[in-house]
């Protein structure tokens, strides 16, 4: 049973540009989050997508955006990097929008430099 | 406003000591409540609770729900040092899913 992978493990970028970070849901799972975890912080969440449409979104700005494909695959885009967007970047599934059990992939460490 | 708070912050104790790990909530539409431990990278799920007094056992880990006071309590009994990592506490409200600040935990041998 394929649980939740993501791509790259790590990734060093510099400030103003931007990065594209991918994730493949768990088996059977239909709905991706991500989250965004600072150092010391718990994830933070950015948004969800479910049926490939932005479906709740966080305290992000537009800067973070993403797309969901019709494998249930995701993508997670950031523009115009900042220092402060350097985190470990989580991608979490589930079965269904309110699916009780949520499982997380081994995340995407992003060094802005 | 959502909002889940974790205590302790940080716990140190020696090998075959019990902890208690502690997480209260506010939250509009409460859906289930998650526990995760998390040692390097990715949070690795432990239990799914949706139901007061109902206890989840896994080995040494135990975890319990009280809907009515708005908490839940992780115990670990019998530590051991691979039990030292951040423990994570998070809320479904449905539409997505709130986390503390997570207790980082140390098992000394």
């Known amino acids: 049973d394929a649980g939740v992978t993501q791509s790259p493990t790590h990734l060093i970028k510099t400030r103003g540009q931007q990065v594209t970070l991918r994730c493949s849901p768990k088996?059977?799972?239909?709905?991706v989050s991500w989250y965004q975890q600072a150092l010391g912080q718990g994830p933070q969440f950015i948004f969800q997508?479910?049926?490939?449409?932005?479906?709740q979104r966080g305290n992000f700005p537009d800067r973070f955006s993403g797309h969901q494909f019709p494998n249930y695959s995701s993508e997670l885009n950031v523009n115009a990097l900042l220092l402060g967007d350097s985190a470990l970047y989580l991608c979490?599934?589930?079965f269904g929008f309110g699916g009780l059990e949520q499982y997380f992939g081994p995340g995407t460490r992003l060094t802005v430099t | 406003e959502d909002k889940v708070v974790q205590s302790p912050l940080s716990l140190v104790v020696h090998e075959g000591d019990t902890v208690t790990l502690n997480c209260s909530y506010e939250?509009?539409?409460?859906?289930?409540l998650l526990w995760y431990k998390q040692e390097k990278k990715a949070p690795t799920f432990l239990f799914m609770l949706?139901?007061?007094?109902i206890e989840k056992k896994s080995g040494r880990l135990s975890s319990i729900l009280d809907k009515k006071e708005l908490f839940s309590i992780l115990n670990i009994t019998a530590t051991q040092t691979g039990d030292s990592a951040v423990y994570l506490c998070?809320?479904?409200?449905?539409?997505?899913?709130?986390f503390g600040t997570g207790t980082s935990l140390t098992v000394i041998p």
């Open positions: 979490a599934s589930r």
């Open positions: 088996s059977g799972h239909d709905t």
């Open positions: 997508y479910y049926e490939e449409e932005e479906r």
């Open positions: 939250v509009t539409n409460f859906r289930s």
């Open positions: 949706t139901s007061s007094g």
């Open positions: 998070a809320l479904n409200t449905g539409n997505q899913f709130y």
